[in-house]
C-alpha cells in the first residue's frame, strides 16, 4: 500500500480529535510528533534544525572557488548558503534519514570476479543497488507533510527536498542532530553508520529545534582516524572533510558526461557506477545495521548469464552489449537512469580496460568483439574509451587519445 493511502487511513479514525488536541500543542510536542509519524513511516532518523546560516556553509564559496565542484553548477546556487533562502520565510528544516544498508559484501571484501566463467565484473555502488532513493524517500517526505497538514490546524508552507532543492541536507542534518560530518565528508550516525540517504523539509512552521541552546551537535567521532582518506584510490579527499568532487569516482561515473580525465582511468577500477570505498572502510560501519526495507536489495534482472546480470557485482560484458532500449528497460526506476546509457558503457569500457584480460581468459573473444563494435560505432565518447580497453587488452589502433583534464592533484601529489 502506498504510504499516503496508509497515513489517510489511520488519519480518518482520529482527525478532528487531533486537530481540537493539536490547537494547544506545543513547538515541542509538535516536534516529538513529527518524529513519531516520520518513525511510522519507516525513517530511521529525524530531527529539526533551525533554519540558520550554518557556520560549515561559510567554506562553501572557497570550495566552489577552487573548482571542487566541477560540472556541477547546480552547487554555485546562492540560496545554498541558508535554507531561509529557499523559501520566505522558512523557519526550520526537518531532515530525515533512512538507512540503506544490506547484509552484502562490501565493495573491498567482494571478489573481483565472483563466478569465473562470466567474466570479469564491474561494481555498482551500494546506494543503487535497488530502488531509486529520490523516490522512495520523496514518497514518503510527502506523506510527512500530508499528515503534518492533516495535523496540525494553521496554514503553512513545506516543501520537501532528496537532492532536488538548494539545501545542503548534510550540514542541515548535523545541526537537526542527526550526525556529525565526517572526513570523508559523509554524515555519520554513532550507531547507524553513514549508509543512510537524506531529506530534508524546508516550511514556515513554528517548531522546537532537535538542540536546544545550550546542546551541541554530535561530537566528531573521526578521532586520529585518516582510513578512509589513504583508501581513496583516486586522492579525492584532499584534506580531512575536504572533497575535490573532480577527482571522485562517483562524480566521474555519474555527473560528468565527457571522457574520465586519462589520468583517473586506471585508479577508477572496476567501478562502473558509484563508490563505496571511503565508507566500506570506515570502522563506524563496520557493525551498521541492514535496512528493514526490501527496496534497497540488488536488482536480478535476467539470470541467463549466471548471475552476470545482478545489478549486484555486475557481468562487464552484459553492461558493454546492453542497447539503449534495454537500459531503459533494465534500469527503469533505478538511480543508474541518471548515468544514462553513453555514461554506462562508457564507464563499463574503462572496467573492462582495468580488468586486464587476456587471451584464453573466459569471455576474452566476446568481449573484445563488443569493444570492437564500439570502437568502430559513431559515438565519439564511447569509440574512444573503447579504444582505450582494446588498448589495454592488446589490440591498440591509431584513434587519439584520452585527452588532458586540467584536473588540479591533490596536495602532495603530481
Ligand atoms: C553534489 C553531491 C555529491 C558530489 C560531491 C560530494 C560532496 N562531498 O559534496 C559527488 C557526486 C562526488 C557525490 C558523491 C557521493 N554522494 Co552525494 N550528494 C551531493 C549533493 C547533491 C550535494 C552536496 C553538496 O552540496 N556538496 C557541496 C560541498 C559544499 O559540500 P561539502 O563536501 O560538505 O563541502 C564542505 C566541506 O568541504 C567544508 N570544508 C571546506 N574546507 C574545510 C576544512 C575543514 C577543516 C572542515 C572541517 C570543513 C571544510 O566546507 C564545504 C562547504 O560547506 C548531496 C545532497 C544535498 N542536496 O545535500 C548528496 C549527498 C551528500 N550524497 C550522498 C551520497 C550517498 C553520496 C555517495 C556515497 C554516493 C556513492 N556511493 O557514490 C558519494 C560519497 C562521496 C563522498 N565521500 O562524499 C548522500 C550522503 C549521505 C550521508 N550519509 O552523508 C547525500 C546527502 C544525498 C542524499 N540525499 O542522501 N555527491
Ligand atoms: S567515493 Fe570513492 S573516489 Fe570518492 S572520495 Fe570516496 S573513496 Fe574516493
Ligand atoms: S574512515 Fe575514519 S576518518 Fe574516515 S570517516 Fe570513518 S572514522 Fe572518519
Redesign the pocket.
Do not use: K
Given at each position: 500500500m502506498p504510504v499516503s493511502m496508509h497515513w489517510r487511513g489511520i488519519l480518518r479514525l482520529d482527525k478532528r480529535a487531533r486537530l481540537r488536541q493539536n490547537r494547544s500543542m506545543s513547538n515541542a510536542d509538535r516536534t516529538a510528533r513529527v518524529i513519531e509519524i516520520s518513525r511510522a513511516l519507516g525513517f530511521d532518523l529525524c530531527g529539526v534544525a533551525p533554519s540558520a546560516e550554518f557556520p560549515?556553509?561559510a567554506?562553501?564559496e572557497?570550495?566552489?572557488k577552487r573548482g571542487?565542484?566541477g560540472e556541477?553548477r547546480y552547487?554555485h546556487d546562492p540560496r545554498?548558503h541558508s535554507p531561509s533562502l529557499a523559501m520566505q520565510g522558512a523557519r526550520c528544516v526537518i531532515v530525515c534519514?533512512l538507512n540503506y544498508n544490506t547484509s552484502l559484501p562490501s565493495s573491498t571484501e567482494a571478489p573481483n570476479e565472483i563466478a569465473s566463467q562470466i567474466g570479469p565484473r564491474g561494481w555498482i555502488?551500494?546506494?543503487?543497488w535497488g530502488d531509486d532513493?529520490h523516490k522512495v524517500?520523496g514518497g514518503k517526505l510527502d506523506g510527512l507533510i500530508e499528515t503534518m497538514r492533516q495535523e496540525f490546524p494553521e496554514p503553512f508552507e513545506a516543501r520537501g527536498?532528496?537532492?532536488t532543492?538548494p539545501?545542503?541536507?548534510?550540514?542541515a542534518?548535523k545541526y537537526a542532530g542527526l550526525g556529525w560530518?565526517a572526513k570523508?565528508?559523509?554524515?555519520?550516525n554513532e550507531e547507524l553508520g553513514?549508509?543512510?540517504?537524506?531529506?530534508a523539509i524546508v516550511t514556515t512552521l513554528d517548531l522546537a529545534v532537535s538542540l536546544g541552546p545550550a546542546e551541541a551537535p554530535a561530537p566528531d567521532l573521526c578521532g586520529n582516524c585518516r582510513l578512509?582518506i589513504d583508501a581513496c584510490p583516486t586522492s579525492?579527499?584532499v584534506?580531512?572533510?575536504?572533497?575535490d568532487?573532480r577527482r571522485?569516482?562517483?562524480?566521474l561515473t555519474?555527473?560528468l558526461r565527457d571522457a574520465i580525465p586519462a589520468e583517473l582511468r586506471e585508479p577508477m577500477g572496476r567501478h562502473v557506477f558509484?563508490?563505496?570505498i571511503?565508507?566500506d572502510v570506515c570502522p563506524w560501519n563496520r557493525r551498521a545495521p541492514v535496512s528493514a526495507l526490501p527496496n534497497f536489495k540488488p536488482r536480478h534482472r535476467d539470470l541467463k548469464l549466471g548471475g552476470a546480470n545482478s545489478l549486484f557485482s555486475p557481468g562487464l560484458e552484459w553492461l558493454v552489449s546492453l542497447t539503449e532500449e534495454e537500459f531503459r528497460e533494465v534500469f527503469r526506476g533505478s538511480p543508474v537512469k541518471r548515468a544514462k546509457w553513453r555514461g554506462l558503457v562508457r564507464n563499463a569500457c574503462i572496467a573492462i580496460g582495468n580488468a586486464r584480460l587476456r587471451p584464453g581468459e573466459p569471455r576474452y573473444e566476446e568481449i573484445r568483439a563488443r569493444l570492437a563494435q564500439l570502437a568502430a560505432a559513431g559515438d565519439a565518447l564511447i569509440a574512444e574509451h573503447a579504444q582505450w580497453a582494446l588498448d589495454r587488452l592488446g589490440f591498440p589502433a591509431s584513434l587519439p587519445q584520452a585527452p588532458e583534464t586540467g584536473v588540479v592533484p591533490p596536495s602532495g601529489q603530481g
Open positions: 560549515e556553509l567554506r562553501l572557497e570550495w566552489l571542487h565542484a556541477m552547487l545554498r534519514a555502488s551500494r546506494y543503487a532513493y524517500l527536498y532528496v537532492d532543492g539545501v545542503v541536507e548534510r550540514v542534518a560530518l570523508n565528508t559523509c554524515l555519520i553513514s549508509w543512510l540517504f537524506l531529506g578512509c579525492a579527499i584534506e580531512p572533510y575536504v572533497l568532487a571522485c569516482i562517483s562524480y555519474i555527473e558509484g563508490c563505496d571511503c565508507q
